[in-house]
């Protein structure tokens, strides 16, 4: 940390005064200046008035998971100084409002403490409450601009778009923006020590959060329906994907809409909905939350007993129960894979970013369509939430949906009988019709006991039959779920296991155990069911560790039982306080801890 | 849920509708129900609407929850697909179809314990989003299929078998309907199939969400006297409001003697309403000053029957002019399950322009 193209810094404001925008708007200057950025939002669940903070993490090298410590912290809520000023690391800088005299909580020895008077100038400079507020926001972006050596041209830049239609706001802005610059550069030593050199990292890239990709993978894979029920943090999946559906799926002359959204009463009835649609042929999703798992569990053992396609956006936050809404966690992993009463497990498949949101939610469609079951994608608030830096998205205009077995009208003539359930393939998929194909193909859905034909039945032997190939089509399920992501480090006598949003922070982790001599080769798991091949990477290594977010160490206890690796061959690493995970406390319980011993 | 293959055994001279099926192919697995249960009769009364509408049996959804009453969707049009889905959840499984497939008649069967309790909330919020479907109550005042504890619509006073006497309100499904915004509200009773059939007939051909409550005794549980749902009671108390008499676009059947007579032979007044697929209903009632096109008029003819220990029957309300699921989706006329990806998928080329927006 604190050199050139390598810090970090944090903001604390109050929520709903506008900091969000400004926040925003130094991320997209760094990042246009080349420059790989991260931006971490840690925000209240509360809509006015409570702190929230906004971390920047600046890595030439592009480590980009969330900083392990903060070269400086810019305190603007009182409420929170004595926090903010001791989230400074030693030998790191504070920023503060020095409208008024530094308040005694702000003192601490082995930090230097800079002074702007935003809130002063900005009562000199503007009219009324609400504009001084809002442009007290965009007058600290300026002094940071000037603090940290961001190019006031790419600022100009971006405000022009932003407000380029309405030129007195954009005035303002442009004046508040000065207002800063030129108080910081007057007031205080600019550039600080670390700071911004333009690069050439970043023009592939985009700035984009992972649950507009996820969205955007829906209306690429053509879904149709779409039920939710409003929750923190994956609304605004439906949000965007309500945008991107009114962008590209209605008819420009007759104004019909090729999509449906329902937002339904709750998540039981979302699900209802997913599932209903799916059966009758729709590409179907709900997005939804840990509250709205637990309510859709009778509905997900009903989806995978009769076989029907339905895709599940779980943008995880951290439970139990309300829990934290606004924390990110993967609490959820058991309760996904095992979701509904009876024997039930279901494909989850893990991004790891907003770049692999998009794609897997691609996936979860065609994996839903082939296997007639219902797909989880388990997110979490900080991929979903947070702007991540990604690859540009691409897409190959060769895709065809992969739809599955499906029996059209023709198909019926050639067959004596259709049985709904019958396994003639031996993946444990049968054939299935749609509602509307008539004749032979009519068949009766049931969540109770039924027999190939779809017929009710009480008897043993048919049941366990069904159950069986419903074992079967899992277990085929493993041949076509994405693969785990391996990065070797030759010699690497450590294996780390890890998932979802917690890649960045392992595979920074990797270099810095390397750094201190200790060399570990990473295993991300990017799906349940899990293939062999992820129970070879823990026989092979001498002492494994499974790093992810949650207290109970949900990965590995799926890892035994589904595998049947022993448990004193996995040491978990856990980080469930709900900020997303840093480097630094893999490589601590890794280097502090003498290898091989069991938690 | 039992259903046992019926003997196929057509007869030469069975009547058929305009596609050419009689009403032997509107049937379904034989019932597995109590010997005159009143939902094997609704059973009946749907098979007899649907041929002489002459559905077309594959463009058909059945949709049902979990009760004796949801069973009866295996009783009926074995040539449609069907849904048994969860207790109380069928109003969502339906939406979900609706909307996938503005093609499908859905036919959506309940029970009152199915749609008054566990599912209350799921009825209500169908009826406001106006899901094109017919949604029927086998309405029996107990839950049968778990040995006949009380449901919500049992009435103040009613007694189970084993003497016990129901001391909370009843939750009348009909003016539920009209106070959260039904379009089509009616009640019959299972052994009237005079009045049901079509009643059945105009409900499913209506633009939205049909609502038939139907009385539908349980003979096991809640039949006997004292019970305010048994086959005695409803005939005693039955003041039949409008008779309906639904008229497809070109009717190829002939239906005289069905629903044309009110209950009770007076003047009545006589009311024709054009429904969207161009059919009409015919609605005599036998108040003269009852209006079915009016929803205060209506709540307040039902509440006064209820308060004379009456209940209200017959199509009790219609909107024809109502604006549905779809309506309000603005959803594209090409159902969506039939739209093509090339429809669907914006493709590379706006992907790549979309990416400025990111950077
Ligand atoms: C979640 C759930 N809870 C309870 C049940 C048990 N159950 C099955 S049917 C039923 C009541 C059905 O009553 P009703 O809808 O009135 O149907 P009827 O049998 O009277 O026709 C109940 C409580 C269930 N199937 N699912
Ligand atoms: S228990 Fe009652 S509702 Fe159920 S089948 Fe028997 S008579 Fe009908
Ligand atoms: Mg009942």
Known sequence: MNGVNDFAFKIGTVNGTGSASANGLLM??????????????????????????????????????????????????????????????????????????LPKQLEREGITVLGVPFGKLCVEAFEGDRERTLLRNIAYTGSLAALLGIDMQVVDELLNETFGKKPKLLDANHKAIRLGYDAAVELLECPLPFRLERMDATSDSILIDGNTAAALGAVYAGATVGAWYPITPSTSLMEAFTGFCQKYRVDPETNERKFAILQAEDELAAAGITIGAGWAGARAFTNTSGPGISLMQEFLGLAYYADIPAVFFNIQRCGPSTGMPTRTQQPDILSMAYASHGDTKHPILFPADPGEAFEMAVQAFDLADRLQTPIFVASDLDIGMNDWMVKKLEWDDSYTPDRGKVLTAEDLEKLARFSRYRDVDGDGIAARTLPGVGGKGAYFVRGSGHDMHADYTEDSAAYCELVDRLRRKFAHAITLVPEPMVIKQEGAEIGLITLGGCDAAVREAQDLLRQQGILADVMRIRAFPFQDEVKEFIESHESVYVIEQNRDAQLRSLLMIELGVPRESMTPILDYGGLPLTARVVVEAVAGAPAGVPA | MTSIAKPIATHPRLKTNSLGLTIRDYEGGMSTLCAGCGHDSVTAAIVQAAWELALPPHRAAKMSGIGCSSKTTAYFMKQSHGFNSVHGRMPSVASGAAAANRGLNVIGISGDGDSLSIGLGQLTHAIRRNTNMLYVIENNGVYGLTKGQFSASADIGSKLKKGETNEQPPIDPVLLALSVGATFVGRSFSGDKQQLVPILKAAISHRGLALVDVISPCVTFNNHEGSTKSYQYTRDHDVAAVEADYIPVCDPIEITGLGAQSSNGHADSLRVVQLHDGGTVRLRSTSPDY????????????????????????????????????DVLRTSSTPLVDLRHEDLCPGSAALDSLMKRFR
């Open chain 1, 28 to 101: 997209r200057s760094i990042f246009r200046m080349g420059i790989p950025v991260s931006g971490k939002n840690l925000f209240p669940s509360n809509i006015q008035g409570l702190p929230t903070w906004y971390e920047i993490r600046v890595n030439g090298d592009g480590h980009l998971g969330r900083a392990p410590e903060l070269d400086m912290v810019v305190a603007l809520n009182p409420a929170t100084y004595a926090k903010d000023v001791a989230a400074v690391r030693e030998g790191g800088y504070l920023l503060y409002d020095s409208s008024w005299p």
């Open chain 2, 291 to 326: 209006d079915p096109t009016d929803r205060a008029s209506a709540h307040q003819h039902i509440s006064a029957c209820q308060r004379r220990g009456e209940i209200a029957t017959g199509l009790l309300f219609v909107d024809s002019g109502s604006r549905s699921l779809h």
